[in-house]
């Protein structure tokens, strides 16, 4: 998994609705990249709900927020209709960005990881674990911390 201070690999990837999606764009602005397991759970939904409801406030500050997993572009669709998601969500159905990012786990999903992505392309921290409340919790700190 990328550490702390190391440069956060480019990808190139296809949005939820189709069109096609690099990191390099958004370079020079600071970023959320968060993965998680599969579209539609219970635990992505509540974390995809809390960047959703956070989500003015990232603009605000010029923070991107996107999210990535290994579901298809169609899953990918359905979830951003159903949550009323505002950001990218990338279908990593390859798994080659999750393995780019170290993220890939035993059963061929993403683990729920978050890198915070400073505006020059490094990692500034990453938050790892299976409740996704703790990611969402932080990246609000972060935005509170930075901005405040």
Known sequence: M?????????????LQDGSPISLSSYRGRPMIL???????TSGCTLEARGFTEHYAEFQHAGVAVVGVSVDSVESQKKFAAKCSIPFPLVADHDKAIAKRYGVLGLLGIAKRVTFFVDADGKVAEVVEGMMPGPHVQRAVERLHRTSG
């Open 2 to 14: 990328l550490a702390v201070g190391q440069e956060a690999p480019d990808f190139a990837g296809t």
């Open 34 to 40: 968060y993965f998680y397991p599969k579209a539609n």
